[in-house]
């Protein structure tokens, strides 16, 4: 089982619309999770953390369920610009902070 | 924000040869560098960290003789992939960090082996 997991998409979505993203992760001793946004043969950026009592910025809305061991994306307004793959990442504290990422879900924006 | 610079962005060689890739930090001190790969629509694996003036920690699985990782300063850290083959074909990335700051990553490097 990979420790995230991400259902690959690809989500195609007309523009304005909103769609939802989910991520799963294995290791309870994860400590901190983000969302990192990759463009095509481009590195990846990183687009917000991820909380328990949820994350705003913009269209962007991320929340954490430890329970549950998920995570969330929410992206409001959809852009032709917001096309790309986004990695859900959790951080294990293995002594130095070390990123596990999802294989990622694709987004792609119509107009 | 940081800089990561990572060089080349491009390598495109013949089976056998061996190649450096160099991460380098510019505008801050990076305590630890990491080095990733990522195959086509695979999720970025960690491969290794290297902490300045030490030895590479290897992620389980890399060879360390076949990815030799030298950190010799707080700013540049370099990957040699040694008698490359298609197989290591692939895009490779580092990142940067200082204390427990957020990794900065560099453009990547795609590399194919003939």
Redesign the interface.
């Known amino acids: 089982r990979?420790e995230?997991e991400q259902d690959?998409g690809p989500f195609n979505v007309p523009e304005g619309a909103t769609v939802a993203f989910n991520c799963t992760y294995s290791n309870s001793a994860s400590q901190s999770f983000f969302w990192y946004r990759q463009d095509c043969?481009?590195?990846?950026?990183?687009l917000m953390s991820v909380y328990s009592s949820g994350n705003e910025d913009g269209r962007f809305t991320a929340q954490l369920n430890r329970a549950s061991q998920y995570i969330s994306l929410l992206i409001r307004d959809s852009k032709l610009s917001d096309s790309a793959t986004y990695?859900c990442v959790a951080i294990l504290n293995t002594g130095?902070?070390?990123?596990?990422?999802?294989?990622?879900t694709r987004l792609l924006v119509s107009p | 924000g940081a800089v990561v610079s990572q060089h080349p962005s491009r390598v495109i060689c013949k089976s056998g040869t061996s190649v450096k890739i160099e991460c380098r930090s510019l505008d801050f001190q990076a305590t630890t560098m990491f080095w990733y790969r990522q195959f086509p629509k695979q999720s970025l694996m960690l491969m290794a960290t290297s902490n300045e003036g030490s030895k590479a920690t290897y992620e389980q699985g890399v060879e360390k003789d076949k990815f030799l990782i030298n950190h010799a300063s707080l700013t540049l850290s370099t990957l040699t992939v040694t008698s490359a083959h298609p197989e290591d074909s692939s895009f490779y990335i580092c990142s940067a960090s200082r204390s427990d700051q957020p990794q900065h990553f560099g453009d990547g490097t795609r590399l194919s082996i003939l």
């Open positions: 990979k995230v690959p043969r481009k590195e990846p950026k990183l990695l130095f902070q070390k990123l596990v990422f999802g294989t990622g």
